[in-house]
């Protein structure tokens, strides 16, 4: 596209002005303008002055992407900068489990997987587990110990799991994305873009069993002595129409991370959100 002619720019803002409204509907803010680095479709912001006056996302966030469902790209910033991911990290941990063992299958929470930091649902050494509360576990809570379990249970051992993770990377087209872990905790060169993110995510969202769990606004499963409750942490699902996943995701030099997914009629829109300041940033 040649970002000079004006009518090739009116077009491309014409043919996405469903979508775009669709986006503005599910964030709060006022829309504001672009950045001069924002892209448009396929315009960049500072070199049409005409795409100066598109309506984008009033976001204040350094890396995000908006597509829709079959991949096209209808705004982001910074998309292909490799970035720390955090918890969105457990997508990947997801499909794989998904593509490789049968929701019932039965897993024994390890030593190792419950020592885990950073988990929200305090997993025991012993405890005996479907993989699909497992799932529940890992993307509502986003529990670090389930998502060590499951690799483990899937890849014969979490090191072969992480292996497991960059080849179905690159088989997807992941070109800025590389794992260290299967939960998201930080680890030099762990890291993945809003672009790959959003490709992963339509892929994965389009299993059904991915699908239903991501988008379970509270779930429970068994525990030692009672069934314990969980509570997703992606806020847009019972705040948003149309909300259906995906992950939420936090570290302090990732910030707060989301992978969100909403449709409405026809139209369905995948966005990431990488390295906002607050919780409340990462929503709107």
């Not at 001069?36 to 479709?41: S, W």
């Not at 969105?88 to 499909?95: D, G, N, R, W």
Request: with cysteine.
């Amino acid at each position: 596209m040649d970002p000079s002619k004006p009518s090739q720019l009116r077009r491309l803002f014409r043919t996405g002005a469903a979508a775009l409204a669709l986006a503005l509907a599910l964030a709060l803010p006022t829309p504001a303008l672009a950045t001069a680095d924002d892209l448009i479709g396929e315009v960049r912001v500072g070199d049409s002055p005409e795409a100066v006056q598109a309506v984008a996302p009033s976001v204040g966030v350094p890396a995000g992407i908006l597509t829709t469902a079959g991949g096209r790209e209808l705004w982001s910033r910074a998309g292909g900068e490799e970035r720390a991911m955090a918890s969105t990290t457990k997508i990947m941990t997801a499909l794989l489990a998904l593509e490789n063992a049968e929701p019932s299958d039965v897993v024994t929470v390890t030593m190792s997987a419950a020592a885990v930091g950073g988990s929200g649902v305090y997993l025991r050494a012993g405890e005996v587990l479907t993989v699909e509360e497992l799932l529940y576990a890992m993307m509502l809570e986003s529990d670090n110990s389930a998502a060590h379990a499951l690799a483990a249970h899937v890849g014969g051992s979490v090191d072969e799991f992480v292996a497991m993770m960059n080849a179905r990377a690159s088989e997807l087209g992941l070109t800025k994305t590389h794992f260290l872990n299967p939960h998201g905790l930080d680890a030099q060169d762990h890291h993945s873009s809003a672009g790959d993110l959003a490709r992963l995510s339509r892929f994965a969202l389009l299993d059904e069993d991915f699908h239903r769990i991501v988008g379970t606004p509270e779930a429970t499963i068994s525990g030692p002595s009672v069934a314990r409750t969980l509570v997703n942490s992606n806020l847009l699902l019972q705040s948003v129409d149309g909300a259906r996943g995906v992950k939420t995701g936090w570290t302090t030099p990732a910030g707060y991370c989301l992978v969100a997914s909403a449709e409405r009629g026809d139209i369905e829109l995948v966005t990431v959100v990488l390295g906002a300041s607050s919780e409340k940033a990462r929503f709107d």
